[in-house]
């Protein structure tokens, strides 16, 4: 089921504890991009699927990405572009972003987006696995 645009902000809003919807926004824009770069196939389109329909371009389309980022460098690649943004606000971003992205991909699909992503991950979505 996709979830509505503006629910889909709302939730980001409220994690990021962000003031406006348009802080929402632009921290979703750049995350699902860095993300969409690094998942392929059926799990991207699949996810894609659940997000509103301009987050689902925008993960569609990605930024590209010559190699999978480590967590770490997934969150300094989203300090580097958002304006004025820190490794710990991006942190924060990161977090609100894809914790959203998580309940809207449901537990089975999140396994299989984890699957093509380096180990770490489970933590920026807010789902810590078991070791």
Known sequence: MTLRREAFLDRVKERGEYAT???AERAARVVLALLGAHLVGDVRARLA???PEDFALILLNPLQS???LSP???VRATAAWIEGATEQTAT???SAVLSTAA???GD???QEILLQLPAG???LFGRPQPT
Request: proline share 4%; net charge negative; no cysteine.
């Open 49 to 51: 699927a659940r997000l």
């Open 92 to 94: 924060w971003d990161v």
């Open 72 to 74: 770490e460098r997934f």
């Open 103 to 105: 309940d809207t991909a």
């Open 108 to 110: 089975d699909l999140l």
């Open 121 to 123: 991950y489970d933590l």
């Open 21 to 23: 919807t348009k802080e």
């Open 66 to 68: 010559a190699e999978p």
